[in-house]
């Protein structure tokens, strides 16, 4: 039976072009990606890891072998720990030209969440098809188990699985390269957050992208390949 469930988010993102990548090919980790992703690793080092899974984006699977490889670990794909859907219609668009080609979605994303019309996705569905994801994973594996994901998607897992509202998508969500560990169960229990120590870290490679993400309890933060 596993232990526990070990959320990562992926690491920044080398995006120079400060796209909404979303579902786009061709995003991998920034060098600070890189060792944002190697901090977790290390972070996970004592863990008993039997097994590694990542959504199938380049970001993610490139944080998930850093995880994985040292072990002797391979990278296990499920294409439903991938993206939020909501952000299939913003990728491609620079941030800044996202306000007018798609006036008022991310306002209505950062106000409510929990009811967007406009997504091909509910916040809801996406956060059963990630829990569907996780409980198969806890019913196969023997031991502690990483799941490499995206903002969102993961932050959705987190409150459906721990018997938390869906409105607070927004609050103390996961950085990148964050761990979030969790303990199956009737709720789920979270066990432990880990940030990545970013003042070991050089500055970030994409401020306008790490801006426009960072966000706060109250505000939230942007969306799309995050």
Do not use: C
């Amino acid at each position: 039976m596993t232990l526990r469930i070990h959320l990562v988010r992926h690491g920044e993102v080398h995006n120079p072009g400060h796209l909404v990548y979303a579902r786009l090919a061709g995003f991998g980790l920034s060098p600070r990606g890189r060792r944002q992703a190697r901090a977790a690793a290390a972070h996970l080092a004592d863990r008993p890891i039997v097994a590694v899974w990542s959504s199938p984006l380049q970001r993610a699977l490139e944080t998930a072998a850093e995880i994985a490889l040292p072990r002797g670990l391979v990278v296990q794909v499920d294409e439903r720990l991938g993206e939020w859907r909501l952000t299939d219609r913003w990728q491609g668009i620079p941030w800044d030209d996202l306000a007018t080609v798609r006036p008022g979605e991310v306002e209505a994303y950062l106000a409510h969440p929990h009811r967007l019309p406009f997504s091909a996705e509910s916040l809801d569905d996406l956060a059963r098809r990630m829990a569907d994801a996780l409980d198969d994973v806890a019913a196969t594996s023997g031991g502690d188990v990483v799941v490499v994901g995206h903002q969102d998607p993961l932050q959705a897992v987190r409150l459906f699985l721990t018997g938390r509202r869906l409105s607070g998508l927004h609050d103390d969500k996961p950085r990148h390269a964050t761990v979030i560990t969790l303990e199956p169960g009737v709720p789920w229990r979270e066990r432990e957050r880990w940030d990545p120590p970013d003042h070991d870290l050089p500055p970030p490679t994409n401020a306008a992208i790490t801006s426009a993400s960072a966000g706060n309890a109250n505000s939230g933060s942007a969306p799309g390949g995050k």
